[in-house]
């Protein structure tokens, strides 16, 4: 059997997995802090038929060798950390990172995961919370009676009580960065958790130590480029089908040898 079947069944594969990273990236055009991810690709075992170097006669070499090359993977998705721009919406409980860094965020089963999106609300208890739920880390309670709320670049939480003539503060947001973010598992939820890959987080107050600094009444826009990703799916989808006529002309061969008489 020609290993050209196997070699470009392999470029379809990879092709429809680019195409599913591409689809996903476009989904979340409008989700807030999302971060697009990139398909790495890697080409398969060779074949080596002779090998460069190969002494022919006294003094002389093959310069350059036969190789036969069995096809490619996918050999990671990397998410792309790069910022694109925020989105003003007046919202005293929006919070958008300018620069490097997560919210921390407490999980149910006791462990922090980590997201760029801000949009935080109230709970029932008054405890900053993401939209399912789960709590800011450390813990910031707003009070009931609270007429207004403002959160410094640094972090800093303070509120207006109702009757009250001077701002308490109640909290302050902690950030955490990694020395490798992209080696951060994603979970959904716009959370992503530690691996050993990502490394240990590196906390710290916002605008210090590398860390971002924190804009309130903003959000952080999804990194999806319409335009690019439209592209790069035009770019897979003619690479899939340039592999599909590679599979064809290599049955037509095969059909040609099937047909030979003596």
Known sequence: MMRSLWTAASGMVGQQFNIDTI???????NTAGFKKSRVD???????????AGTPVTAGAQIPTG???????????????FIQVGFRQTDNPLDVAIEGDGFFQVLMPDGTIAYTRDGSFKRDGEGRLSTSDGF???????????????????DGTVSVLNAGASEQISVGQIELARFVNPAGLQSMGRNLLAQTAASGEPIEGTPGLDGLGAVAQGYLEMSNVQVVEEMVNMIVAQRAYETNSKAIQASDDMLQTANNLRR
């Open 23 to 29: 689809a996903n990236n476009l989904a979340n055009v």
């Open 135 to 153: 709590s800011l880390e450390p813990e910031i309670i707003i009070p009931e009676n609270a007429v207004s709320i403002n959160i410094g670049t």
């Open 66 to 80: 036969i190789e036969l090359g069995h096809g490619v993977r996918p050999v990671a998705t990397q998410k792309v």
């Open 41 to 51: 690709f890697q080409d398969l075992l060779y074949q080596t038929v002779r090998y």
